[in-house]
């Protein structure tokens, strides 16, 4: 997920590791045989072509191991899910878990955001998730931080006017940090202006994730925005 344009002759910087993990044979399994079915095709993407209907298209960047896109796509059939991940084992994971479901709402992309926005159509999404991405903790690895601009302004472009964005973090200093990028995102409107942070959304399960951080002695920390109408 390259979060900054790079210099001329320069490497972007990314900021996501591969990290394969270790990969259970079902898991290799279910990525040989469904990732074909479930993957996003290549070039610009016709989304109603790419679900075989017209409907709504939420996304969630960085799933990881499915638990939250799982629950809300079985959750909501009448929406359209697209998940962002690199980390093979949580796609496997999805993918496996998603056929035994029989989902038909559900889609994968399997590279960096930032490619993928590129061939997604524009103002074409009704709602983004990014939940407790990397946080990049030590100051030197900040500019690797997937909220900063000029990523917002990307985010803002794929949410269609009234479109909503939904961020959740466990680290403070990343709270604070995505609600001063976002704030200063033109045509993003933070939902909650008078605590600059919302309260938990129903629809948010506590992933094992989460779990460990609360366990922890961690704080979550919600964020919602709105794109705003155009002329607003």
């Known amino acids: 997920m390259d979060v900054r ?21 079902a898991q290799r399994e279910a990525l040989e045989r469904l990732l074909p079915r479930y993957r996003l095709p290549g070039g610009p993407v016709d989304l109603a072509a790419a679900f075989g209907r017209e409907a709504p298209v939420h996304m969630e960047i960085g799933f990881g191991m499915g638990d939250q896109l799982l629950a809300l796509a079985e959750a909501h059939p009448e929406i359209d899910f697209i998940g962002v991940e690199v980390y093979r084992p949580g796609i496997g994971r999805l993918l496996a878990r998603a056929e035994q479901a029989g989902l038909t709402n559900l889609r994968v992309a399997d590279e960096d955001v930032v490619e993928l926005l590129q061939r997604l159509p524009g103002a074409a999404l009704a709602a983004v998730y990014v939940l ?43 709270a604070h940090w995505m609600r001063e990028h976002l704030d200063a995102t033109p045509g993003l409107e933070n939902r909650h202006p008078e605590t600059g942070f919302a309260p938990r959304p129903p629809w948010r399960i506590r992933t094992k994730f989460e779990r460990r951080g609360l366990a922890r002695g961690h704080g979550v920390w919600d964020l919602a925005y709105r794109r705003l109408p155009m002329g607003e």
Do not use: C, M, N
């Open 5 to 25: 344009d790079p210099a001329p002759g320069r490497r972007p910087v990314r900021s996501f590791v591969r990290r394969e993990g270790r990969i259970t044979p």
């Open 132 to 174: 407790f991405p990397d946080p990049w903790p030590k100051k030197r690895h900040h500019k690797r931080r997937l909220i900063q601009r000029p990523f917002t302004d990307r985010l803002r472009d794929a949410l269609v006017p009234g479109g909503e964005l939904f961020l959740a973090t466990d680290w403070e200093d990343y």
